[in-house]
């Protein structure tokens, strides 16, 4: 297989953070078949999910996304290179945990 499903939804973090994109990402980490990837493809599934059902699929403000973006990116790409090259399994958990704390964290845009 040439792309994995991590790989997939790493190139398309650049395009940002709306509806369409994370719903894009969210099926390409279940696409993912690497056992050693699979913890971080599923958690990073739930966590794109979870951001799409909490932006909505209606208008959004573009400040509100961008800060969305700027909350989440650098972690959403740390754990998607980790798990890609094949970090030891701590250092995604690690990176994992941030993502999910700063995701019950996260203000409700609604």
């Known amino acids: 297989m040439n792309h994995s499903g991590l790989k997939q939804a790493r190139e398309l973090t650049v395009k940002g953070f ?3 994109n994370l719903l894009e990402m969210a099926g390409h980490c279940r696409e ?3 056992l ?8 990073l599934n739930r ?8 932006l909505g699929d209606g208008p959004i403000i573009v400040n509100e996304l961008r800060k ?4 989440f990116r650098t972690a959403v790409n740390l754990a998607l290179e980790k798990a890609i090259v094949g970090a ?3 250092e995604q958990n690690r990176i994992l945990t941030e993502i999910i704390h700063l995701l019950w964290a996260a203000p409700s845009t609604d």
Not at 68 to 71: C, N, Q, S
């Open 18 to 20: 709306y509806y369409d």
């Open 88 to 90: 030891p399994q701590d």
């Open 36 to 43: 050693d990837r699979i913890l971080s493809a599923y958690v």
């Open 68 to 71: 969305l973006e700027a909350r």
């Open 47 to 54: 966590v794109f999910v979870q951001l799409a059902d909490d």
């Open 32 to 34: 993912e078949v690497h």
